[in-house]
């Protein structure tokens, strides 16, 4: 049997939300949709959470950080896709970098860059210098649920809202 969530305005409960996305939500008009609900932290990963809650692999978005080098130059990416799929990492982010090769950016730079923890790694409050890549799923669906920064706790939104937000790009051959 699985477990219903408990969602509220992130604006009622600042204390779920790591300090970059509070920040996100609190000052782009995008995000003011912005749903959050409390978990314990073992649910944090995306299987975990689905196989526990009311909450479909197709209703739920990953983000996954990017890096590349060309020329002696790094670059770097959020991608979001929901999480059913997976992010083409060295075709369409790659090709968008415009890097050699571009792969999953170390969790400790990651954690150290963003102020998040790892199982909360969020699109929302990311370093403004990366662009975000959405999925055309992400983009299209009614509401994903995402990380809020922290494990303790996860974030629902439009996908249109984090289509709009920040530095946000909809790439159409994102997920595979």
Same mark, same amino acid.
């Given at each position: 049997m699985t477990q219903k969530l408990t969602w509220v305005p992130a604006s009622e409960r600042p204390d779920l939300l790591a300090d970059s996305v509070r920040k996100a939500v609190e000052n782009d008009p995008a995000l003011a949709a912005a749903e959050v609900t409390e978990i314990d932290p073992v649910y944090a990963d995306t299987a975990a +959470? @689905?196989?526990? !809650? /009311? @909450?479909? $692999? /197709?209703?739920? $978005?990953?983000?996954? @950080?990017?890096? %590349?080098?060309?020329? %002696?130059?790094?670059?770097?990416a959020a991608c979001l896709v929901l999480a059913s799929t997976r992010a083409d990492v060295n075709g369409a982010v790659r090709k968008h970098l415009n890097v050699r090769k571009a792969? !999953?950016? #170390? +969790? $400790?730079? @990651?954690?150290?860059?963003?102020?998040?923890?790892? %199982?909360?790694?969020? #699109?929302? %409050? +990311? #370093?403004d210098t990366w662009p975000l890549l959405i999925s055309e799923g992400v983009a299209a669906h009614p509401m994903v649920v995402i990380g809020s920064g922290l494990r303790r706790s996860k974030l629902r939104l439009p996908g249109s809202a984090l289509a709009a937000s920040g530095s946000a790009i909809v790439l159409p051959d994102l997920a595979v």
């Amino acid at each position: 049997m699985t477990q219903k969530l408990t969602w509220v305005p992130a604006s009622e409960r600042p204390d779920l939300l790591a300090d970059s996305v509070r920040k996100a939500v609190e000052n782009d008009p995008a995000l003011a949709a912005a749903e959050v609900t409390e978990i314990d932290p073992v649910y944090a990963d995306t299987a975990a +959470l @689905v196989e526990n !809650f /009311d @909450v479909t $692999a /197709d209703q739920s $978005a990953n983000c996954v @950080v990017v890096t %590349g080098k060309r020329g %002696g130059e790094s670059s770097w990416a959020a991608c979001l896709v929901l999480a059913s799929t997976r992010a083409d990492v060295n075709g369409a982010v790659r090709k968008h970098l415009n890097v050699r090769k571009a792969s !999953f950016a #170390p +969790l $400790a730079e @990651v954690e150290a860059a963003t102020g998040m923890e790892y %199982g909360g790694i969020t #699109p929302v %409050g +990311l #370093p403004d210098t990366w662009p975000l890549l959405i999925s055309e799923g992400v983009a299209a669906h009614p509401m994903v649920v995402i990380g809020s920064g922290l494990r303790r706790s996860k974030l629902r939104l439009p996908g249109s809202a984090l289509a709009a937000s920040g530095s946000a790009i909809v790439l159409p051959d994102l997920a595979v």
